[in-house]
Nanobody
Framework: VQLVESGGGLVQPGGSLRLSCAAS????????FAWHRQTPGKEREFVAA????????YYADSAKGRFTISRDNAKNTVYLEMTSLKSEDTSLYYCNMHTYWGQGTQVTVSS
C-alpha cells in the first residue's frame, strides 16, 4: 500500500490549494479515505473523510464550507480542495486509508 500526497505549498491568506493523494497497492474503489493535518507541538487533527462511494463526505468543523474532499476512481486519487485559507490552516497534511498513512504535504498560509 502506498499513499503519496502532493499539492502543498505557500499561499496567501484567502487563497486556494488542491491537495492530491495518489494511492496504489490495493483496490481503490472500495476504500474510504481521510485527510488529517498536524502542526508541530499539536496532536494530529481530522480534516475530512470520504467513503468508497464518494457520496458521503464528512468534515471537521474547521473545514466545513471551505474544504471539499473528492475522489477519482479512474485515477486512484483523492483530493482536498481548500479555499479561503487562513493562517491557522498551516500544517502538514496527511492522507489516510485504514491504518496506512502518506508522508504528508506541507501547506503554509502566510502573507
Amino acid at each position: 500500500v502506498q499513499l503519496v500526497e502532493s499539492g502543498g505549498g505557500l499561499v496567501q491568506p484567502g487563497g486556494s490549494l488542491r491537495l492530491s493523494c495518489a494511492a496504489s497497492g490495493f483496490t481503490f474503489s472500495t476504500a474510504g479515505f481521510a485527510w488529517h493535518r498536524q502542526t508541530p507541538g499539536k496532536e494530529r487533527e481530522f480534516v475530512a473523510a470520504i467513503d468508497w462511494s464518494g457520496n458521503m463526505p464528512y468534515y471537521a468543523d474547521s473545514a466545513k464550507g471551505r474544504f471539499t474532499i473528492s475522489r477519482d476512481n479512474a485515477k486512484n486519487t483523492v483530493y482536498l480542495e481548500m479555499t479561503s485559507l487562513k493562517s491557522e490552516d498551516t500544517s502538514l497534511y496527511y492522507c489516510n486509508m485504514h491504518t496506512y498513512w502518506g508522508q504528508g504535504t506541507q501547506v503554509t498560509v502566510s502573507s
